[in-house]
């Protein structure tokens, strides 16, 4: 009997230690959100009143996803009418129309939006403007 309840007190113990750590783990999460960044705009009459959007895919501290990241990224405007993919360098480039634009940078597979990068951009004919897409993502 002295032995069952041993047993029992221990099973339980282990049990207690065991949700404490996944409380404390899940808790200490910290989510650094996307976030997306005008750097430069430009002039260009080559253009013929479209509008180039260019630049990079950085993490959330800044630090550049150099080659070999194995990640793609997928930039895109409201309703997919404009379309494209970071390359192996984390940059990418896409050419649309002068107007309002909701623009997303989107990691594949991901499933947590907080990582997202988004940006209301209004343009006009002709415009080149560099974006830095700032991607987010949980520490624990």
């Given at each position: 009997m002295k032995r069952i309840i041993y047993l029992v007190t221990i099973v339980f113990i282990i049990n207690i230690v065991l949700y404490s750590c996944d409380f404390l783990t899940n808790s200490l999460n910290?989510?650094?959100?996307?976030?997306?960044?005008?750097?430069?705009v430009e002039i260009d009459k080559q253009l013929n009143d479209s509008v180039m959007i260019?630049?990079?895919?950085?993490?959330?501290?800044?630090?550049?996803?150099?080659?070999?990241?194995?990640?793609?990224?997928?930039i895109y405007t409201e309703n997919n009418l404009f379309v494209t993919e970071a390359d192996t360098n984390a940059f990418f480039q896409m050419k649309i129309s002068a107007g309002e634009h909701n623009i997303t940078c989107e990691g594949e597979n991901e499933?947590?939006?907080e990582h997202m990068c988004k940006l209301n951009l209004t343009t006009k004919p002709n415009q080149k403007i560099k974006l830095?897409?700032?991607?987010?993502?949980?520490v624990w």
């Open positions: 910290h989510v650094y959100p996307g976030k997306a960044e005008i750097v430069k260019y630049g990079e895919v950085y993490n959330a501290f800044g630090n550049h996803l150099y080659k070999g990241y194995n990640r793609i990224f997928k499933d947590n939006s830095k897409f700032l991607y987010g993502e949980t």
